[in-house]
Every structure is written in C-alpha cells, then in structure tokens.
C-alpha cells in the first residue's frame, strides 16, 4: 500500500515553456502533498506544500508565479513549471502525506527528471 | 534550529559488516524522525521511523536508536548487502510543522562484496 506516482518521469522542453508534472496518491487519500527539486548528490529542497481545496504555501525563495500549484483533489495534486529555463533543469519529487492513522508519514513518488534546453 | 545533520557524507563497508549513520538536531519539537533510502533516479522510499518516546526501533537488519537528551538519532544497517548501496536521508518533523520534514544533507552508502 502507500503507492505515489508522479507522471511524466522524465520530460525534455525547450525554454519559455511551461512543464505540468501530475501527484497522485493510488491508495489512499492525503491531505497535504508536498513538492521537492533535488539536484545532483543533494539533499531534497522543499519548494511547496500542498493542502487539498487550498493555496499552496510555498518555502522562502521559490517563486510562487513561476511553480504553480494546484490541489484539486485527496488524490492529485500538479506542479506547472511556467516560461521554464535551463536553471530550472532538476529532478523534481512529490510527496503525499497519508490521511489516514497519525498522518506522519510522507510516501514519495518515483520522481521527475526535467531537462530544460 | 531547522537544521538536521547528518554525517558521514560517505560510507564504504565490507559485505556483512555494520553500516551506522548518525544524525543530530536542534529543534526540541521535533516528534518524528523517519530514514529514507533513495536509490539514483529513483524519489526516497521510507526504510523505519522512530518516535522520542522509545531509545530503538527494530525492523529487519535496520535499526533506529534514539537518544532523546543528545538530540542524536542513528541508524544502523546490520550485515550489510551491495544492495543496501544506496543513498540515505534522515529526517525529522513535528504536529506543529504539519508533516514538513526537515532533511539531513544524506550519506552515501557503498557496500563491497
């Protein structure tokens, strides 16, 4: 159970494009998704958090008009990288806090690999 | 005080030996701590978590201790496989930070056969 996935998992685009990356959890409802970009041999940066109905909150520095986030539903949230640059080339994760039991655990998705030209 | 950190940055264990990383924080909030295993190309898979109100947590070869008043957490991979090599990530939240979790700068394991 716990299953994440995230969809493309690797996309190449030209720049000034604008990339969606989809967050679904598969079996189980989460009430709080969260974005991450991880570049090579880094840790995970949080970008956003995610609460289903509402805005998202995005951390200190990430450009909230450039990474649009969308909650729509318990089971899928979306990450819209708008006018994407080469700087913005990362691996991208999403993770999905589960609803239910005492909601601690976060599940990640599989990741996806962005590569701006 | 968000910071947790993580040492060593890199690890090289025999085959069937003991592979322990170590993690300290600063924020007494923190009520959870979870380890993640992230293979390259792949997003974190959670491995074990602890809670404060225990020193350990068994689950396999992996163990999680916990010392609360060091505000240490460590993990320990007993008999160590090539595939456990992999990059692992500790972490910690609290109730009040709604499930963020705050990373450890993560540890680069590479078991030889």
């Known amino acids: 159970g716990a299953v994440v996935s995230q969809h493309p998992s690797r996309v190449i685009c030209k720049s000034g494009t604008s990339v969606k990356i989809e967050c679904r959890s598969l079996?189980?409802?989460?009430?709080?998704m969260f974005w991450y970009r991880q570049f090579p041999k880094q840790s995970l940066m949080l970008m956003a958090t995610s609460n289903e109905g509402s805005k998202a909150t995005y951390e200190q520095g990430v450009e909230k008009d450039k990474f649009l986030i969308n909650h729509a539903s318990l089971t899928l949230s979306t990450l819209t990288v708008t006018s994407a640059h080469p700087e913005d080339s990362s691996f991208y994760i999403c993770?999905?806090?589960?609803?239910?039991?005492?909601?601690?655990?976060?599940?990640f998705g599989p990741g996806t690999r962005l590569l701006v030209l | 005080q968000q910071q947790v950190k993580q040492s060593p940055q890199s690890l090289i264990v025999q085959k069937g030996g003991i592979s322990i990383i170590n993690c300290a924080y600063e924020n007494t909030a923190f009520d959870y701590f979870p380890w993640y295993q992230q293979f390259p190309g792949k997003g974190p898979a959670l491995l074990i978590a602890i809670r404060p109100d225990v020193s350990e947590k068994k689950e396999g070869r992996f163990t999680i201790s916990f010392n609360k008043s060091a505000k240490q957490f460590s993990l320990h991979i007993m008999d160590s496989q090539p595939g456990d090599s992999a990059t692992y990530f500790c972490a910690a939240s609290s109730r009040t930070s709604y499930g963020k979790l705050t990373f450890g700068q993560g540890t680069i394991l590479t078991v030889h056969p």
């Open positions: 079996d189980f409802q989460a009430t709080t």
């Open positions: 993770s999905a806090r589960d609803r239910g039991g005492r909601g601690e655990t976060q599940y």
